[in-house]
């Protein structure tokens, strides 16, 4: 079992920068791969960013370059600091957990993931 909080979102305008945090308590241990997620209204929800046992990580396209995923305090603390903001990034962002067969695995698959926390909301004006 793996208990998510996530905190951190705001509105800033667009090109301004906020930092995710997801505090994990429960099992996290290297056999889990977290990631980011977000779901803006009428959409689905989307992988954003993830980051494995071993600390390999993967973006979305859409953010790479803007956004980086990293663990903190072993993996207490799951942050995701996201730079260059736009208005399309505007959503509530969630953070997921799920246990991997292997530790270098990581997924921007929402089906793939087990736990979840309640979301933080982001809005970026122009």
């Known amino acids: 079992q793996v208990q998510l909080v996530e905190s951190g979102g705001g509105s800033v305008q667009a090109g301004g920068s906020l930092r995710l945090s997801c505090a994990a308590s429960?099992?996290?241990?290297?056999?889990?791969?977290m990631g980011w997620f977000r779901q803006a209204p009428g959409k689905e929800r989307e992988g954003v960013a993830s980051i494995a046992g071993d600390g390999g990580t993967t973006y979305a396209d859409s953010v790479k370059a803007r956004f980086t995923i990293s663990l903190y305090n072993g993996r207490d603390t799951l942050y995701l600091v996201m730079t260059g903001l736009k208005p399309e990034d505007t959503a509530m962002y969630y953070c997921?957990?799920?246990?991997?067969?292997?530790?270098?695995?990581?997924?921007?698959?929402?089906?793939?993931?087990?736990?979840w926390g309640r979301g933080t909301q982001v809005t970026v004006s122009s």
């Open positions: 997921a957990a799920s246990y991997a067969r292997r530790s270098e695995l990581y997924s921007l698959i929402p089906n793939e993931y087990t736990y």
């Open positions: 429960g099992d996290t241990s290297s056999n889990y791969c």
